[in-house]
């Protein structure tokens, strides 16, 4: 008889985010799969279960997943965790889950934290659609074609990043799509829990020095709105307006070109031209 996959979500940060249910799959399965058997230790520790654990990670996600899946064939009820929140959301679980559809082996979610979820609900952003992208691609042709998808998008979008590259992301995030409103939630959950709620350009000046796990929330939701009232505007009342932002003459002129939709050279010869 085949055994089960669960999938079990973990707390983010405080530990007592944890469901009775979660708790009582983590006793009553025989082997946990865990991205850093080390972190699962201490939550494991913490709540007395002790089980066999097996590091499963995202470097090892695909050697790994066959393994565990001729254990659940063998009969064995595994729970796949990660270090935070629901597996399969930026973290590993989804191809475990793609293997056992094909082996139809049974799959139950065991619901919980999800960091995504949690600061969409503080951010004050609409909530009634939304996209996800997850961590933004390393590769600079990658990122600036994923920016430009995100540019066109109607809705919220929601990031997640990492303290050191934070900085980088919103400097990306300001040249490419523009100096929306946006919210950042850091550390979710734990002692240092913080919402700042801003424009991209606020944010760049209030995490000079980050520290801790970030989830970007972005407003595109007025976009459109926000084109229509810049062709409405003089170019000195837009120009004043970045510049009470704190942006540079350069930097403003380049946004001013991106949301007119010209050059920059033909923004630069306009306020020549007024002089």
Do not use: W
């Not at 990492?162 to 980088?168: G, I, M, V």
């Amino acid at each position: 008889m085949k055994g089960t996959i669960y999938l079990v979500a973990t707390p983010i940060g405080n530990l007592k985010d944890i469901t009775f249910r979660a708790l009582e799959t983590l006793k009553t399965v025989d082997i946990i799969a865990a991205e850093d058997t080390r972190h699962t230790l201490k939550l494991l520790n913490h709540y007395e279960i002790t089980k066999p654990l097996i590091s499963y990670h995202r470097h090892n996600e695909e050697i790994k997943t066959q393994g565990l899946i001729e254990k659940v064939l063998e009969g064995k009820n595994i729970a796949i965790v990660t270090d935070a929140g629901t597996p399969g959301i930026s973290d590993p679980g989804e191809e475990i889950v793609k293997e056992a559809i094909k082996n139809t082996i049974e799959i139950i979610p065991i619901p919980g934290a999800c960091a995504l979820i949690n600061s969409l609900i503080v951010s004050g952003i609409n909530t009634k659609e939304f996209s996800f992208y997850g961590f933004l691609p390393l590769n600079k042709k990658n990122r600036k074609e994923k920016l430009a998808q995100i540019k066109k998008e109607q809705k919220t979008v929601i990031l997640y990043e990492a303290p050191h590259k934070l900085q980088k992301t919103l400097q990306d995030i300001l040249k490419n799509i523009g100096n929306i409103p946006a919210c950042i939630v850091r550390e979710l959950t734990k002692l240092h829990e913080e919402k700042t709620y801003a424009t991209i350009s606020e944010l760049i000046s209030n995490f000079q020095q980050p520290k801790g796990e970030f989830v970007i929330i972005l407003d595109l939701n007025k976009i459109e709105e926000d084109e229509q009232k810049f062709t409405k505007m003089t170019l000195e009342e837009q120009y004043l307006l970045y510049e009470r932002q704190g942006l540079e003459k350069k930097e403003i002129i380049k946004q001013i070109a991106k949301d007119r939709k010209v050059s920059k050279n033909e923004i630069y010869q306009e306020f020549i031209n007024l002089k």
